[in-house]
Structures are given as C-alpha cells and as structure tokens.
C-alpha cells in the first residue's frame, strides 16, 4: 500500500494521522478492560469445532466453510483476524477489543488519505475523517467484538477509495485490478461491503469528475455506461457475494421468511429507517445494541419518510452543477445503506447502528462540505465553520466515550437496550438468562414473564419461564404456559412445546392427556427423540415392552437421544426375555458411556442369566463403583452372591 505524498505533504499526513489516532484511542481505549457480551461474542471466541491447536491449513478451509454454520454469514477473512487473535491472546476479550480498536484507528487514516487524494481538500478530508473515528454510531462496531467484520470489511473498503483515486485519475488495468481485489477481499469480511461498486460509481462524477456534472438526465444513462462496464469486474464481485449472503443467511434462518412481512411494508420501514439514521446522526441519543422490529410505519411516518428522501434526492441532482458533492453525498448514504435499510429483514432487529459504519461517510461529506458552503457568506464563514466543526467533532467523541461504557458487559449493554425501549423482550430475555445464570431465580423469571407480555410468542422466553417455574416448585404455572403457548400458536406450534405439555401433565398422573401430547409432538417433528422416549416410558409404565420398544427405536433418529434410547431399549428387551438384543443395546451405550451405570447393570443381568457370573459380578460392582447408591445394581449384585454364582 503506497500513499501519494510528496515531502512538503508528509509531515501534515503524518500530524493528522496522529491526531486521529489518538482520537480513536481516547474514545475507545476503556474497551481494552471490557468483557464478552454474550450477544454472538462467544461464538467468535470459541475456537474452531471446539478445538485449540489446530494446524494453519486447517484453519483456512474451516475459515471459508465450517465458519459459515457458525455465523450465519460467509465472512472468512473476518474468521482468519479472530483466529489470529486466538492464536495471540488466547481467550482474553481485552486482546481482541484492541484489534478492534486498531482496525479502527486505521481505517479513519485511511478514510482521510482517500478523501484527501480524492478531493484535495485536506482540512475537509480530515473533519470527515474526524467523525468517522469519534461518532456514537460507530461505537456498536467498535465496542461490541462481534462488530469485527464491519471493521475488517471497512479496512478493504479505505484501500480501494485509494486505489480508485489512483486509478480515477489514471485508469489502467493494473489500478483495476488492484481496486477489484480490495472489492472481493471487502466481500469476504462482510456481505455488507457488496455497495462498494456503487460508491466508487459515485466518486467517478465527485470528486474524480469523470462524469460531467451538467450532463442533462436524458443523456445521464449512456454517459454513465462506459464508467459502469469499466468496473464490471466489481459489480460481479458484489453481486456472487450477495448471492453468497442471501444463501447462507436463508440456509441458517437468519432472515425472515418472505411472508412474514410484505414488501409494503419492508420498503415503508426501510424510508423511516433512513429517517431515524440521520437522526441518530446528527443527535445521537437513545442509542442502544438492538431496535426491536415494530409493526409497519404508520401512514404519516411514511408519507414524512417519502417526502424528505424523494426531496433530498430531487434536490441533489438540481444542485449537481454547483454543488456535485450534494448528490455524491447523499446517494452514498442512501446506496451504501440500502442492504441493510430494512428491506430485507434479518433477526428480530429493525435497524442496528453497526450497519451505518461506511453509509455515514456519506452523511459527513455532506456536513463537512456543506458547513462551509453555509457559512461562506458571512464575513468570517471559513474560521466559524472550522470552530463549528471542531466543536461537533469534540461533542461527538465525549457522547461516544460515554456510550461505549454501557458495552462493558452482557448486564450494563442490555440494561442500557432496556432504559431505551422498556418493551425490547430480546433485552428481557438477556438479562432474565443471565440472572438465571446468576441463580437469581425470581429475577430472572420476572423479565421472561415481561418478555413474553411484548412479545407471547417468543420461543426461547417460553422454554426458559417453564424451567423457572419448576426450579420455584411452580408445575401448574409451568403447565398453564405451555397450555396458552399451544392455544396461541395452533397448528404452528413446535413439536418440542407438545412434548413438554404431555412430560408436565405425565407428571401430574395424567397419562392419557400426556400421550395425546407426546403423539402431536412427534407429528409435528418426527425428528424430535425425546418425546419418543416419553412414548417409550408412557408404554413401559403399563408394561406394553413391545410398544415401548418400538418407539425407542424411533427415537435412535435423534442423536442426542441415542444414549438414553438404548438404555431404555435394552431394558425393555430384559423385561420381553430378549438377552441378546438387550445386550447389544447395553454394549453399544458402553462404547460411549463406560461409565453408565444403568448399562452396567443391564448388561450385568443379562450375563448373569447366561450364566457368566463372574463378569456379571465385575459389571454390577463398577455400576456401584460409578453411583455407590443404584439400589438395582445393589440387589442384583447380592442376589448373585446369595445363589452362590458370583466366584464359581
């Protein structure tokens, strides 16, 4: 990477660099003695498959395929900056708060290097960059680790706004190519550097002039052509990273089922959202982690939305003649936002500021060539606007020092997401899982109860409220959840919920409600193991060891229920006489488990009925050495001894 700068121009660079900087670090150095928040953090601290020490080129394919499952995006370069941080830090978050912090320190130089090749005005250059290193907005995806692949993204993006001031100055392939690879390198930290294209189409008509400001808009398609197919290259870069995105992010459920809200009303969100980011720009207040996707704009909100953009945009291309930076501006924020507008719906946020960290570029070149075009009538216009500017400057950063103290932990970032919006059941739900944690049980049972008064259909409120009921000795409370749960959802409610009903009514004596249930369950999720299990208990109780049988089979489909699913088989197969097949079911939970001790003694029994006394005493004394309290291998090991088998 080489800057142009010639020696008068190397030590102003280098003072403003500094500046920056230290910016940067005054800001966000607090963040070196922050914790995980355990709000997607722990998944890029976890090493990969679960293991440390794995060689480079393993690292590398995990990084462009394994990582993917994880994160629900396809952003291996992001992976490959964590993998170094585990490799450096090992598992301490303050290592990994620094890389952030360092990405970011240098992607505002390098945003001010760009706009100062671009441009030529070093002092505007500098205030954009100046926003873009303190602004509030950008302290999510600085402050929050899982931020990373905007930064990462963010770094590759700065490099190609250099190279494309290079190569808009002097277009050759070898420029090209180097912008194209600082493309794709930018797609693979994060899908949402799939705009880059756009942005660079933008910086061709200003400042590189490439397309003349004045061309009439009936001309502006053919005049516009040649610069779209030079950088053919990109836009198909893009377009196999947005393809790569809309993938992944469909295969894990990330986005929303199409249906789930209808174009209408994703496109009115997205024209407010717009809205409410240039708010936050300009007063950054009530910030927080997560918005909560609220229910489609109202028709003035919309009409508002639709009046201020289509107005900002008409005004743009009228002024494009005197004012070119007013169009290049303003398109940059609409364009480099638009992905992640709202339009297309991901998770149960609305909008997240991480989104807005190359989109406000556009936002602070408006701010910082209009200020001056404002203010140029007055007779002192350029000092005031330079104090103006560095008084936002200096505002901005104390707001975004502040800020960045509520990312400190899991607790002081959702209770900040709680202070914003009382009704955000995801904060509820944070903070009711991490009182749980703390054993806090009533605490924590009072936020899942507010959660699910926002929002009853919140899955993982409801499997948590119903542990914490039966933790506080509360079952009725348990089962009336569920109940009302079923009733909400209807035909669309999880297998795993049925299952729960019919183990809480099974509880209460009520075996044959609890069968209905179980039987709902696994016809809405033939997959699910346990309620065949239950099933399988609800036959074996009535000593239907035939039946039971039958669907602890079913149940082998399930992994996480294979263990217990062949225990139970081999004990239903004692009960039919079956001994070898229940054998067979005893060693095979054996490979697994040794130290099962419900095993042991299965397999004890049957050795014992095959006459192979000595090592069915072995197994009934390591089942006993296991749990020193199983009465059955107790007995079973004292009636051997009482027949006198045990040392023949």
Not at 191 to 214: E, H, K, N, S, Y
Not at 260 to 270: C, D, H, I, K, V
Not at 420 to 441: D, M, N
């Amino acid at each position: 990477m080489r800057i142009p700068l010639n020696r008068r121009g190397l030590f102003p660079f280098l003072v403003a660099s500094l500046v920056l900087a230290a910016a940067v670090f005054a800001v966000f150095a607090q963040t070196m003695g922050f914790d995980l928040i355990h709000y997607d953090d722990p998944l890029y601290l976890a090493p990969p498959h679960g293991k440390s020490g794995i060689g480079l080129l393993n690292n590398l394919i995990w990084a462009f395929s394994g990582a993917t499952q994880r994160s629900s995006y396809f952003a291996p370069l992001t992976w490959l900056t964590f993998l170094a941080d585990s490799a450096v830090y090992g598992l301490n978050p303050g290592g990994r708060h620094l890389t952030n912090l360092l990405f970011h320190a240098l992607n505002s130089i390098l945003l001010f290097a760009a706009l100062r090749r671009l441009t030529g005005a070093p002092w505007r250059s500098f205030f954009v960059a100046a926003l873009f290193a303190v602004h509030p907005l950008h302290v999510e995806a600085v402050a929050w680790i899982s931020g990373r692949k905007h930064l990462v993204a963010g770094f590759f993006w700065m490099l190609a706004l250099l190279w494309h001031a290079e190569h808009g100055k002097k277009p050759e392939i070898r420029t090209l190519l180097k912008v194209a690879a600082a493309c794709a390198l930018a797609c693979m930290a994060s899908p949402m550097a799939v705009t880059l294209p756009f942005a660079l189409l933008l910086l061709d008509f200003w400042p590189l002039g490439r397309l003349a400001p004045d061309t009439p808009l009936s001309r502006l398609p053919r005049a516009v052509w040649p610069l779209v197919r030079e950088k053919a290259l990109l836009f198909g870069i893009s377009l196999c990273a947005a393809i790569a995105a809309q993938v992944t992010q469909t295969m894990t459920e990330a986005v929303a089922p199409p249906g789930m809200f209808s174009l209408g009303t994703r496109t009115a969100a997205a024209l407010w959202a717009y809205l409410e980011f240039l708010s936050d720009t300009l007063l950054p207040m009530g910030l927080s982690i997560i918005y909560i996707h609220p229910d489609a704009p109202g028709l003035f909100k919309t009409l508002l939305a639709v009046f201020v953009v289509t107005a900002a945009t008409l005004a743009g291309f009228a002024a494009r003649g005197k004012a070119p930076w007013l169009l290049t501006g303003w398109l940059w924020f609409l364009g480099v936002l638009f992905p992640m507008s709202g339009i297309i719906v991901i998770g149960p946020h609305a909008r997240a500021d991480r989104y807005t960290y190359m989109s406000l570029v556009g936002v602070f070149i408006l701010l910082s060539w209009g200020l001056p075009a404002l203010l140029s009538r007055m007779r002192r216009g350029a000092p005031a606007a330079a104090l103006l500017g560095a008084v936002v400057t200096i505002g901005m950063a104390a707001a975004a020092q502040s800020y960045a103290r509520c990312y400190e932990d899991t607790r002081t970032v959702f209770e900040r997401a709680l202070e914003v919006e009382p009704q955000s059941y995801v904060a509820h739900g944070f903070l009711g899982s991490l009182a749980e944690q703390e054993g806090r049980v009533a605490s924590a049972a009072a936020h899942f109860e507010a959660a699910l008064a926002v929002n009853p259909r919140f899955a993982v409120g409801i499997e948590h409220l119903a542990a914490l009921y039966l933790k506080m000795k509360q079952p009725d409370k348990a089962l009336k959840l569920y109940l009302d749960t079923l009733k909400r959802f209807g035909d669309e409610c999880p297998g795993v919920f049925l299952n729960s009903a019919g183990a809480l009514l099974m509880a209460k004596g009520d075996k044959k409600s609890a069968e209905m249930y179980f039987l709902m369950a696994v016809e809405r999720d033939p997959s699910l193991g346990e309620a065949f299990l239950n099933l399988g208990d609800l036959r074996a109780s009535r000593k239907e060891y035939e039946d039971a049988a039958g669907y602890y089979l079913q149940a082998l489909i399930d992994p996480s229920s294979e263990t217990e699913a062949r225990t139970c088989l081999g004990r239903s197969m004692l009960a039919l006489g079956h001994m070898a097949e229940a054998a067979f079911h005893f060693e095979r939970v054996l490979a697994k488990d040794p130290k099962n001790a419900v095993a042991l003694n299965g397999l004890g029994v049957t050795y014992a009925k095959a006459g192979r006394t000595n090592e069915a005493q072995r197994l009934f004394e390591a089942a006993l050495r296991v749990n020193p309290a199983f009465n059955p291998a107790k007995a079973n090991l004292a009636r051997l001894k009482k027949e006198g088998g045990a040392g023949k």
